[in-house]
């Protein structure tokens, strides 16, 4: 038999919608510095984060008798919806996530520590850090050629897991 009659009798394994995404992802920014991509997606996360964790929550009654009002904000929302989003696409890339937006977490914690004792508002670092990330990053898309806004907001909403990729590929690990 020959190889091209068996290439014709194997089925092709399906892709998974991750794997599609990284691939368009790797096509798209292939010419890009990861380390640059990966520090400045980090700090525009990070700034994101701090602001939506900064917005001020509903005090439910319920939540104040069981003295869990502390515990709840937007953050912890937005935290949940991008581990699950994650999830969703590759468990195991969502724990590499998970593990630094908890990380992230206590930054945010101790800025509002230092915001308490009379530093800088939280809101002022957040929105520096991310609006100089998101900069940064802008101009390392549109270095790579004419890519659009799409291609943008799929770095931003992708690009972390994309990133923990390719560690994960480094290192010869399943994800």
């Known amino acids: ?9 194997q089925k092709e394994t399906p892709q998974r919608p ?19 991509y990966a520090i400045f997606l980090s700090l525009a996360f ?17 939540l104040v008798r ?3 009002h502390t515990f709840l904000n937007w953050g912890s929302l ?3 919806i991008v581990v699950y989003s994650y ?13 630094c ?5 206590f930054f945010i914690v ?18 520096s850090i991310a609006l100089l990330s998101l900069l940064v990053l802008f101009l390392l898309t549109r270095k790579e050629g004419s890519l659009g806004l799409k291609h943008f907001l799929a770095l931003l909403g992708i690009g972390p897991i994309w990133l923990w990729s390719k560690v994960f590929d480094r290192f010869k690990w399943k994800y």
């Open 1 to 9: 038999m020959s190889k091209r009659n068996l290439n014709r009798g």
């Open 18 to 36: 991750v794997d599609r995404y990284f691939k368009e992802m790797d096509s798209v920014f292939a010419k890009g510095n990861k380390g640059l």
């Open 46 to 62: 990070f700034g994101i984060m701090g602001l939506i964790w900064m917005v001020p929550f509903p005090q439910f009654d319920f």
């Open 66 to 68: 069981m003295n869990a």
């Open 78 to 80: 937005f935290i949940a």
């Open 87 to 99: 999830l969703k696409l590759a468990p195991t890339l969502s724990y590499a996530a998970l593990f």
């Open 101 to 105: 937006i908890a990380i992230m977490s």
């Open 110 to 127: 101790q800025l509002e520590y230092v915001e308490r004792d009379g530093g800088p508002s939280v809101v002022l670092v957040c929105s």
